[in-house]
């Protein structure tokens, strides 16, 4: 049995994503489910009272905050500090998890090319803006992040961003859920007076495909992109780490 964790779960196609995926592969007596937890309290016992249980998803608000109920991580998860996949093992009546983050490779091969001297602005602060700016920071790119209060040096709110700070950061990557099904009338507060055609939007959201987000810049004449590929890719790197452990 694999599943999804996190609250709410009414946005998620994972149930279905990895179902497919296991009528695909041949691979019958193994189901994927949602498990909405409205505390990670109720993370420990989830494993406990499902022994046939081998691996979980980690979505919204408990990609960083699982780590503490987690036994080990691998490296990538570790200097993200964010988790988004669990792999379950047990031994000797003891359950052993460990966590990783696809979101990370996800993001890398859902980019549309490269950006060579890009500068990109993140929107948030929390797990996925995590993976993002690890990610971007393999390309040699160092974001700057957007958030409600100021989080470090590299941080600053939404009320000052500039025209002159929208003209230098070209990529801007929604990576919080506003926007997300079923809030869809709400969008970050950026100044989208200032977007040019030489501006890039990207939405991690993938439901509703097209977010206020998106639909704002591509008013003002901006490329967009939706979170469908990131979704569907760092699915087949959570499937890899899945159909390990059942082989």
Same mark, same amino acid.
């Given at each position: 049995?694999?599943?999804?964790? &996190? ?11 990895f ?5 695909q ?5 193994h ?6 937890? !409205? ?9 406990? !009272? ?8 980690? *979505? ?13 991580? /691998? ?8 988790? !988004? ?16 983050? *696809? ?9 549309? &090319? ?11 602060? &929390?797990?996925?803006?995590?993976a ?21 040096? !590299?941080?600053? *709110? ?9 003209d ?34 990207? /939405?991690?959201?993938?439901n509703?495909?097209q *977010?206020?987000?998106?639909?704002? &810049? ?11 590929k990131?979704l ?16």
């Amino acid at each position: 049995m694999f599943g999804l964790i &996190g609250y709410p779960l009414g946005h998620s196609r994972s149930a279905a994503i990895f179902n497919e995926k296991f009528v695909q592969e041949g691979i019958p007596f193994h189901s994927y489910h949602l498990f909405p937890l !409205n505390d990670l309290k109720e993370f420990q016992p989830l494993v406990e !009272n499902h022994p046939d249980l081998i691996g979980l998803n980690v *979505t919204v608000p408990y990609k960083e905050k699982i780590i503490s109920f987690l036994d080990d991580l /691998d490296e990538t998860a570790q200097k993200v500090g964010a988790v !988004n996949a669990i792999l379950i093992s047990r031994k000797g009546g003891r359950s052993y998890t460990r966590g990783y983050n *696809t979101d990370v490779a996800g993001f890398l091969r859902s980019l549309p &090319g490269s950006f060579p001297g890009l500068k990109a602005m993140v929107l948030g602060t &929390g797990g996925a803006a995590k993976a993002v700016a690890y990610a971007l920071g393999k390309l040699g790119i160092d974001p700057l992040f957007i958030s409600r209060s100021v989080q470090n040096d !590299n941080t600053i *709110t939404y009320p000052e961003i500039t025209k002159e700070i929208m003209d230098q950061y070209w990529l801007i990557i929604n990576a919080t859920p506003i926007g997300m099904y079923p809030e869809t009338a709400v969008s970050p507060p950026i100044p989208y007076q200032f977007l040019t055609r030489d501006h890039f939007l990207y /939405d991690l959201i993938y439901n509703p495909p097209q *977010t206020l987000f998106l639909k704002s &810049g591509q008013d003002m004449g901006c490329q967009v992109m939706n979170g469908e590929k990131m979704l569907l890719f760092q699915a087949d790197q959570s499937w890899e780490l899945f159909r390990h452990a059942i082989l």
